[in-house]
Nanobody, 119 residues
Framework: QVQLVESGGGLVQAGGSLRLSCVAS????????MGWFRQAPGKERELVAAIIWSGVGSYYGDSVKGRFTISRDRPKNTVYLQMNSLKPEDTAVYYC????????????WGQGTQVTVSS
């Protein structure tokens, strides 16, 4: 199973930017996609963005389109989430997750990193 470690969260004012990083270790050769999820208190976890690990293709949730960008550096086994024009409603714990080849779900998860956007 792939191990994931996120970093880059913190406190930022509305309109500011943050970049989250997620370093993967283990059998990444079987990775199909990487995703960033978030969960705010009292809300369900939502998929923010995802990217195909070894091909072309990405997904963005409607609430972050045009503001967030997901990217990957395969030699570094790292996926990034660049977050611009942050809003207070972006406040959440952000999780990195991996979906393996042949799997229908994201099965490996990081510990999460807190992002807090002040108004």
């Amino acid at each position: 199973q792939v191990q994931l470690v996120e970093s880059g969260g913190g406190l930022v004012q509305a309109g500011g930017s943050l970049r989250l990083s997620c370093v993967a270790s283990g059998p990444t050769f079987s990775t199909y996609a990487m995703g960033w999820f978030r969960q705010a208190p009292g809300k369900e976890r939502e998929l923010v963005a995802a990217i195909i690990w070894s091909g072309v293709g990405s997904y963005y949730g409607d609430s972050v389109k045009g503001r967030f960008t997901i990217s990957r550096d395969r030699p570094k086994n790292t996926v990034y989430l660049q977050m611009n024009s942050l809003k207070p409603e972006d406040t959440a714990v952000y999780y990195c997750a991996e979906r393996a080849e042949g799997s229908h779900d994201f099965g490996s998860w990081g510990q999460g990193t807190q992002v807090t956007v002040s108004s």
